[in-house]
């Protein structure tokens, strides 16, 4: 039995296809046990957009959205575990405003990612990063505001799930040449300490620029050293993603030291495990 998918999209946010019910059908067909959608949280008002049809446009369809998997846990009760989540931006100087719209929802969990640093989308178009990067000093310097913001996101709390640790790695002219350990150690502690867990995203096998899932091998490497608890998210945009290269990614981390992966029921972990 495949573990858990916790990391899925919708047509809600604008840049993902089919309706939520294939989503939970291909779940069915490929045996997973337990799916979670975690749609991208809408911008707090007041927030300028750094790039279109990024998240859920506003919180009346995010409450659509919701209602949504609301009726399909209670359709599908008996044939699959269907949990609600949201994905949210870590935006600097929002925490507040976020923590506030975000309280009202009963999530089974929340992914914190970073796809904005210093207001520019990183993950949207390679160009858009390769313009902001020269504005800050070159690659290298996007990498360590990257980190920054990680570090910021981590310590800060409020989230379940870190999501697609590397990202910046998306696009070729991305790629960093520095061994960045010294610092990454330093944010997988932080990570145990508040029990935070590390998403192992499949997306990256079919969109990162080295075919490699989110984080790399060898920052997973890391990750298993340093006790950190990790999860399974496909990032499926399309309903024939969910559960994507599960059989491969199982296998790594077993390989690495991971017996169990985290699933979440009202914010409560549950630990699955690691078939083999």
């Not at 575990?81 to 089974?108: H, K, N, S, T």
């Not at 096998?205 to 990750?223: F, G, K, M, T």
């Amino acid at each position: 039995m495949l573990s858990p998918d916790l990391h899925i999209h919708t047509f809600h946010c604008g840049h993902a296809t089919g309706t939520m019910e294939e989503t939970v059908l291909s779940a069915v067909a490929v045996g997973l046990p337990e799916i979670g959608f975690s749609d991208h949280f809408p911008y707090p008002a007041g927030f300028s957009a750094p790039a279109p049809d990024c998240v859920i446009p506003s919180l009346e369809e995010f409450r659509v959205y919701a209602a949504e998997v609301r009726r399909l846990r209670e359709a599908y009760a008996g044939r699959i575990v269907i949990r609600f989540a949201a994905e949210v931006d870590y935006l600097e100087g929002w925490g507040e405003r976020q923590a506030a719209i975000l309280e009202p929802f009963e999530f089974d969990y929340t992914i914190g990612s970073i796809h904005i640093v210093k207001q520019a989308a990183v993950d949207y178009r390679e160009d858009v990063l390769l313009s902001a990067a020269d504005e800050w000093g070159g690659v290298e310097a996007a990498w360590d505001l990257y980190w920054d913001a990680m570090e910021a996101m981590i310590r800060g709390g409020g989230f379940h799930i870190v999501g697609h640790f590397d990202l910046l790695k998306k696009y070729p002219g991305g790629v960093s040449v520095r061994n960045h350990e010294e610092r990454v150690r330093s944010l997988f502690a932080a990570m145990k300490s508040s029990g935070l867990v590390l998403e192992l995203n499949t997306g990256g096998v079919d969109r990162a620029s080295d075919r490699a899932p989110y984080p790399s091998v060898r920052l997973l490497r890391l990750a298993a050293e340093c006790g950190v608890e990790v999860t399974l998210g496909s990032d499926a945009h399309a309903p024939g993603d969910v559960g994507r290269h599960f059989a491969d990614a199982a296998r790594l981390l077993r390989s690495l030291g991971w017996t169990h992966t985290v699933g979440f029921e009202n914010g409560e972990k549950q630990y699955h495990p690691i078939p083999g």
